[in-house]
């Protein structure tokens, strides 16, 4: 059973920045690629950054140059940290693990709101 747990959601004022932690567990669970979904209210989950096992990271052009993902593959943990966060980038945001073998896990959400 592979369990994804997202940690380090909160209130931030705009420019302000956080940085999300999602680890994942499960028996020889290594991921191909990890990354990280957002939904705002009213609005369909979007794709904000994906990283593959070796490193490349991709970014939608919103969060180009704010936001900047990693991930420890010894610990099958994937980040996200947001610089200079805008009211628009308020969501919940959702990681998953996708392993080719196994499928695409997704964690609980985490709530982001950015707010004066």
């Known amino acids: 059973q592979v369990q994804l747990v997202e940690s380090g959601g909160g209130l931030v004022q705009p420019g302000g920045s956080l940085r999300l932690s999602c680890a994942a567990s499960g028996s020889m669970f290594s991921p191909d690629a990890m990354g990280w979904y957002r939904q705002a209210p009213g609005k369909q989950r979007e794709p904000v950054a994906t990283i593959m096992s070796g490193g490349r990271p991709n970014y939608a052009d919103s969060v180009k140059g704010r936001f900047t993902i990693s991930r420890d593959n010894a610990k099958s943990t994937v980040y996200l940290q947001m610089n200079s966060l805008k009211p628009e980038d308020t969501a919940v945001y959702y990681c998953?693990?996708?392993?080719?073998?196994?499928?695409?896990?997704w964690g609980q959400g985490t709530q982001v709101t950015v707010s004066s």
């Open positions: 998953y693990a996708l392993e080719v073998r196994r499928g695409t896990y």
